[in-house]
């Protein structure tokens, strides 16, 4: 079995920067697959952030595309976001998930909250 | 706002048929056959239920199926049940931001 698991801060200040790890149990992320981050609010809805291929080629939505990295440590099997100078419209629910070549996803963790504020 | 268009909401009674739409353009749903639905109950992660339009991940139930006409594609849950009730995503790959979502539908059994 393949889990996903996000950790990282659930508060994060006005203008600071938001890093979320995604911890992958079961599988080599250097194996097959990318890898990638999605968020979901009430205003947004669902939104893919990006994406980490297995060789480390990265795709990015492109309105953040300034303010958003993805990084992967094959070592740790754990691939991260980093999105700087965030806002309160940054603020929701992060998803790591499994991604076929950026277009679907077919396995995802359980999310973690992230709420931007003073 | 979402490029792909869903209706807020969809109903049927249970055994019933229905079916919930997404409706796109040329750079989306029209340009490629590259269009996956999710399924998300209260409190819990998205769940994989359809890929490429009209495939079936494995352990999915048969009773879900997809299709497409042009610029819009579709979601049938067949027999419909009470753990149907959910909120349904559509995702397409586009030409322009990569993968993008509908804006959710809701399923109510009634």
Known sequence: QVYLQESGPGLVKPSETLFLTCNVSGYSISSRYYWGWIRQSPGRGLEW???????????YRPSLKSRVTMLRDTSKNHFSLRLSSVTAADTGTYYCVRDSGVRDFDLWGRGTLVTVSS | ?????????????????????????????????????????????????????????????????????????????????????????????????????????KVTVL
């Open chain 2, 1 to 105: 706002q979402s490029a792909l268009n869903q209706p807020a909401s969809v109903s049927g009674s249970p055994g019933q048929s229905i079916t919930i739409s997404c409706t796109g353009s040329s750079i989306d749903v029209g340009a490629y056959n590259y269009v996956s639905w999710y399924q998300q109950h209260p409190g819990k992660a998205p769940k994989f239920i359809i890929y490429d339009v009209t495939n079936r991940p494995s352990g999915v139930s048969n009773r879900f199926s997809g299709s497409k006409s042009g610029n819009t594609v579709s979601l049938t849950i067949s027999g419909l049940r009470a753990e149907d009730e959910a909120v349904y995503y559509c995702s397409s790959f586009t030409s322009v931001t990569n993968p993008e979502f509908g804006g959710g539908t």
């Open chain 1, 49 to 59: 952030l990006g994406t980490v291929s297995h060789g480390g080629n990265t795709y």
